[in-house]
């Protein structure tokens, strides 16, 4: 089956609310979704890494996409985050994405154990081949411990069918680069990372899937829109924004916890990290309000 999912824009991998306890927060969640929706962004990705999947159940995941899918009503796309270790595992959580309604599965390369090329190769095309939804494939070397080359991701565009997208979070512009001109023509090519906004959309990409978009998506459309409008010197001044705001709290510090400090302090309730994860230290937090209030966010 060939899929039509429009996949172009900024779409937020967005924060998953929990209590002082762990729990969900489900009305934390859906505040949360609204002002997203409010600032104009293309679509919400559930159950990625800044949603803490790692640290979900399955039934949580479920869960979570069935509270997003129902507040954003048809409004914008919803992805979910699928990847998981095994290829069995990452099959079963496609499906479950697709019987709750999701528009595409954002699946991460396999971790842990490190793949070879023809495995993973061979990862995606059973996937591709086992659930009836498109898919967006996510490289993101800081977690796994690699990058899956242009080449592979090439291949996996040309001989498999229901790949739309990739998600590239390696922060290189050359790999960037080298994916847009082996498969931009043929799938969306988006960033993974805040300071490649700009560049992924000069080079060829259309958007980008950020973590900070969670505090700061007026920016990060706003990056988009003004390049689509041809003014690069309103683009650019916005992606140095988001470039020292990515720094402070994607780079510099726990990136969860940074991103929900910033989304509380600016009066939108992310809740607390799920253990093993901790918020911030009082001195990382001061930093962290330092530069809120530098951007004028606070």
Do not use: W
Request: charged content about 20%; glycine content about 10%; proline content about 5%.
């Amino acid at each position: 089956m060939v899929f039509s999912v429009e996949l172009e824009g900024i779409f937020v991998p967005n924060l998953t609310p929990f209590d002082r306890h762990g729990e969900i927060d489900g009305g934390a969640l859906r505040d949360l979704v609204d002002y997203l929706m409010g600032a104009g962004v293309s679509g919400l990705v559930v159950n990625a890494s800044t949603g803490e999947a790692p640290l979900l159940s399955r039934e949580e995941k479920r869960t979570l996409l069935g509270i997003v899918l129902d507040r954003v009503n048809d409004s914008v796309k919803v992805a979910a985050g699928t990847g998981a270790i095994g290829t069995r595992e990452t099959i079963e959580l496609t499906r479950d994405a697709a019987d709750c309604g999701a528009d595409a599965a954002l699946v991460v390369t396999p971790f842990f154990f490190k793949p070879s090329d023809e495995e993973l190769f061979q990862h995606f095309a059973s996937l591709l081949a086992s659930v009836d939804m498109p898919v967006i494939l996510y490289n993101v070397p800081k977690f796994t411990g690699y990058s899956i080359s242009p080449g592979v991701i090439e291949r996996i565009a040309s001989e498999c069918g229901n790949l739309i997208g990739v998600k590239d979070s390696s922060g290189d512009p050359g790999n960037m680069a080298e994916i847009i001109r082996q498969v931009g023509d043929g799938i969306s090519v988006l960033s993974g990372s805040a300071d490649m906004i700009l560049p992924t959309l000069a080079l060829g990409g259309r958007g980008a899937i950020v973590a900070v978009a969670n505090v700061i998506p007026e920016t990060c459309v706003g990056i988009y829109n003004a390049y689509r409008k041809g003014d690069l010197g309103e683009a650019g001044r916005l992606q140095l924004k988001a470039s020292f705001v990515n720094r402070v709290l994607v780079r510099e510090h726990s990136q969860i916890a940074a991103l929900k400090a910033a989304s509380n302090l600016m009066g939108r309730s992310a809740g607390f990290p799920r253990r093993p994860l901790r918020p911030l230290s009082p001195e990382d937090e001061g930093e962290v309000v330092e530069a809120l209030k530098q951007m004028k966010l606070l």
